[in-house]
């Protein structure tokens, strides 16, 4: 999928990434044959500690820095006021003003200010900025702004922005975007979501893109297995509608504009919403859709319409289906032609009401939609 070369191009900014904040550890590598001793290590940054020279080589149960602190492996608690940096493996809790280095697994928990980095991890990892991962993670990740895995992630992520790993057993959770290639498990982004196969809800602000996913819940769905379309509806109001519909095998999302046949000035429609296929045969099934809709003259006033509606849809032809059933709708308006679609003495009308303090007005009415679907 050409969406996934993203993950490509992330990859190589991450590789320079890595070698960036990596050149604390290999200032420390030696060839001399490593002592592995316990002790605790108490420093300034590297060289002024209790280990000197010799801490690249060592194993700790105890670590604190002022800036920084270098070690082989860490087995239990560490903190630096700047980074820790851990050639091998580390174990327990490691903390840092700024950032944490592990050269190979980190086991336990590791909390940075802004970044943390390692081979692979078993636990949990909290960033203000990044975590960065080239392998396997089990456990999950935090960060501000994004989480990297080049592995598999068993776990889950979360981050202000983005994250991106190969396969996930569990969900991510993204401000903006999130980036896989097999999800067992879901994905919620703010915006975006994309992944090649997902067993579970792919939930995202604006758009999903997959080759395989049964529940996404976006306004876009672009899904290589699924179904889109094009419609042409019209309401009780007198609103028709060209829309597009894309989606999976169960969830779809709805997106159109449209103009008012009644109205002279509010007469511009927009529509945004979100759909379920019920009782699927080969030429029945019933869709569910909750929607809103605006009237615009793009002047003052203000027309908006909820509106949640069963339509049963029969399809005369692979490509071709017809729809139409009822609907409820709460409708609030301060405009003179939106109140005039739903006035109080029409027998649709459940209920109007005035806002109070406004001179905006609800109404709960019935209505219904019908309409042409082509189906590619």
Known sequence: ?????????????????????????????????????????????????????HAPLDTNN?????????????KGFSYAGLSNVVR?????????GFSNHIGKQANGALFAGFLNTYRSAKGSQFAGFANLAQRNVEGAQFAGFINTTGGDMKGVQFAGFSNIARNIS???????????????????????????????????????????????????????NGEKSIAATIDESQTSMLTFRSGGKNMYGIIGVGYNLKNKDEVYAFEAGLGAHFFKSKYFRLNMELTQTILESFEKGEYFKGTFRLLPAVKVAPWLEIFGGPSINFVSTNTVEGKALHPESDDLVIRTWNRKNSDFKQSLHIGYQAGLQFVF
């Open 170 to 224: 569990a969900s991510q959770f993204a401000g903006f975007m999130n980036v896989a290639k097999d999800v067992n498990g879901s994905q919620f982004a703010g915006f975006i979501n994309i992944a090649k196969k997902v067993k579970g809800a792919q939930v995202a602000g604006f758009i999903n893109i997959a080759e395989t996913s049964d529940s996404p819940i976006g306004i876009i769905n672009i899904i290589k």
């Open 1 to 53: 999928m050409k969406a996934l070369n993203f993950t490509n191009q992330f990859n190589q900014i991450k590789k320079a990434t890595y070698l960036g904040v990596s050149f604390l550890g290999l200032a420390f590598q030696t060839n001399a044959q490593e002592v592995k001793t316990t002790k605790a290590h108490f420093g300034f940054i590297y060289p002024l500690s209790t280990n000197g020279t």
């Open 62 to 74: 105890l670590s604190i820095h002022l800036l920084a602190g270098v070690s082989s492996v860490e």
């Open 88 to 96: 091998n493996e580390s174990y327990g809790v490691q903390i840092a």
